[in-house]
């Protein structure tokens, strides 16, 4: 069954997440939008929107994506593992695995972090204790809750494809075809950084694994914020989500430079409030939330954030790679990423200092 303008308002009626009294008195506004996936967001009045998302190619990697995007949900709403987290996360209605169809809460005119920032042209402090406290909900250590819980039993516990990229790295350049591959394998110090901070990985909480601006939605009252898109959530080191949040900040000031010519560090109009100085207090304060959330002591911090930026600029590398797939040429922005990147890598406690982070 493919859902369709149509069909759906019946589709959602048979299986009970659309009230009848709903559609009759025309409390109900449907669109549509489709990419990887079909979209469908219906606007209710008088009761909670609908997000309802189906797979357009019926494959086995996106059929399993849209299963642990539905997994999550299941686990977060219906755990008494992440009670406080479900409140930070759309409310959960159902999954149609035959149909690979998800039904969540829809949040209508709402705008993600990344667009009230660039709207605002400042970064919300209000916001940043916010991803703090949402992230730090489900960052605990569940090891042993596994065997018991067949839900988390369901994730894979792979790690990110960036921190395993040694054999591709150290093999021949003969035969790279992706740019900022070639690129890192000019500077195998590089390479080797990637390949310690892989080993620093440990498995141990709930992750969301695709952390950025564009998945916290910013409620109508401006100050809730949610967190949305849990198709990449897994088993593994929730330093890693973190350290999604510090990429989103770092990465708007790397990227908030002109390209014409990349060694006059000239900032693009409009993009002034996206500074080091600007950025790094608010970082620090995200930090500060999550660190006195978790109870870490003052030395478990330190070594903490160190080990978060080491991530961010990994993290941070894997964007210019995606952002390269199929360039002849190296993009002016995965220049500038790379060189960022590297020279954290180099001295990541004296740029977490130079940058007031710590002591």
């Known amino acids: 069954m493919r859902l369709t303008k149509k069909n759906i308002t019946h589709y959602l009626l048979d299986k009970g997440f659309l009230e009848p009294s709903s559609f009759m008195s025309g409390d109900y506004m449907l669109t549509q939008t489709q990419s990887r996936n079909s979209i469908f967001k219906i606007q209710q009045q008088q009761a909670q929107g609908l997000f309802v998302k189906q797979l357009v190619a019926q494959d086995s990697t996106n059929s399993y994506l849209m299963q642990k995007d539905a997994t999550s949900h299941y686990l977060i709403h ?48 209000q916001h940043a204790v916010k991803m703090a406290h949402i992230l730090a909900s489900f960052h605990f250590d569940i090891t042993e809750k596994i ?22 790295l150290n093999s021949s350049s003969n035969g790279i075809t992706n740019t900022v591959i070639a690129e ?17 990985w440990e498995t141990t909480s709930l992750i969301h694994g695709d952390i950025k601006w564009m998945n916290f939605i910013v409620m109508p009252n ?44 000239q900032q693009i109009q409009g993009n002034e409030f996206l500074s080091i100085d600007a950025i790094t207090p608010v970082v620090k304060l995200l930090w500060d939330t999550y660190a006195e959330k978790q109870e870490f002591t003052s030395i478990v911090s330190k070594e903490k954030l160190l080990k978060t ?51």
Request: charged fraction near 20%.
């Open 309 to 359: 930026l080491s991530y961010m600029s990994v993290r941070m590398i894997q964007t210019a790679f995606e952002n390269n797939v199929a360039q002849q040429q190296l993009h002016a922005n995965s220049v500038r990423i790379l060189q960022f990147c590297n020279h954290i890598l180099g001295d990541t406690e004296g740029i977490a200092k130079q940058w007031n982070l710590i002591d």
């Open 147 to 168: 065997k018991d819980n067949s839900s988390l039993q369901f994730f894979s516990k792979q790690l990110p494809w960036i921190l395993n990229t040694g054999q591709l």
């Open 184 to 200: 890192i394998h000019k500077h195998q110090d590089l390479v080797q950084k990637i390949e310690k901070i892989a080993t620093k």
């Open 222 to 265: 401006n100050e809730d914020v949610k967190l949305v898109d849990w198709e990449i959530a897994d088993l593994g080191d929730p330093l890693w989500d973190v350290a999604g949040v510090f990429q989103s900040y770092f990465s708007a000031w790397v990227l908030s430079f002109n390209n014409q010519n990349i060694q006059q560090h």
């Open 78 to 125: 219906k755990s008494d593992l992440y009670k406080e987290t479900a409140s930070h996360i759309p409310d959960y209605y159902g999954y149609d695995p035959y149909h690979n169809i998800l039904v969540t809460e829809y949040f209508a005119n709402t705008k993600n972090v990344h667009e009230v920032t660039y709207r605002d042209k400042q970064l919300s402090k």
